[in-house]
């Protein structure tokens, strides 16, 4: 299927980032969000997804973190697309499960073409360090939209919002690992009955 790596520019006035995926990687890559926690979690994607993932984002954190976890999700989203083209051969659907202590978190994926977000987290607490927990949807939301994926989100349990919002980080990795992986017996054939995503 050729080398399935992608990068992607995007500036505006409150962002300028660059992502670079490898989505056939080992888990390396350098992140430089901006966002220390954010940094945390993309380096669980990475690890956990097997993907090579590079974030660089020169964003207006003095004003608030909001642009720039909302923007590096758009950016990642436009990353895996590129990356996946035509989405020929792939398995298209992931699923995980993570636990983390007494946190666990389900995540589904379906690189269907169609942006939708189904997120439940319902977090006791407004910040995790100097991290806005509403910014894990916005997060999201960003890559589905641009990633032209469903996401199915959901934390199951858990007393901890670090451990909850790092358990839906973890599965949404080993989801997209899953759902990026090529499907030797499809034979490079269109994951959908309609012949195109």
């Known amino acids: 299927m050729g080398e399935r790596r992608a990068s992607v520019t995007r500036n505006t006035l409150e962002t300028r980032i660059t992502v670079t995926v490898a989505l056939d990687g080992t888990g390396g890559g350098r992140r430089a969000s901006g966002v220390p926690f954010l940094d945390h979690m993309l380096d669980q994607i990475a690890r956990h997804g097997l993907f090579d993932i ?3 984002c020169d964003g207006d954190t003095d004003i608030d973190d909001h642009h720039s976890v909302e923007d590096i999700g758009i950016a990642l989203g436009a990353a ?3 990356a996946l083209g035509e989405r020929r051969g ?4 992931g699923h995980a499960y993570v636990p983390l202590d007494e946190a666990l978190s389900r995540v ?10 189904h997120f439940r987290a319902d977090f006791r607490r407004s910040r995790v360090g100097r991290f806005d927990t509403d910014l894990t949807r916005e997060f999201f939301q960003g890559f589905a939209n ?4 469903t996401l199915h989100m959901d ?4 007393d901890n919002d670090h451990h909850r919002i790092e358990t839906l980080f973890k599965a949404f990795g080993r989801a997209l690992r899953l759902a990026c992986s090529v499907d030797e017996r499809a034979a490079g054939a269109m994951p959908s009955t309609k012949g195109a995503l």
């Open 90 to 93: 792939i398995q298209r659907y």
């Open 108 to 117: 589904v994926v379906d690189f269907s073409g169609r942006p939708g977000l």
């Open 155 to 158: 934390t199951l349990h858990g």
């Open 54 to 56: 590079d974030v660089d």
């Open 80 to 82: 895996f697309a590129e």
């Open 146 to 149: 641009h990633a032209r994926a």
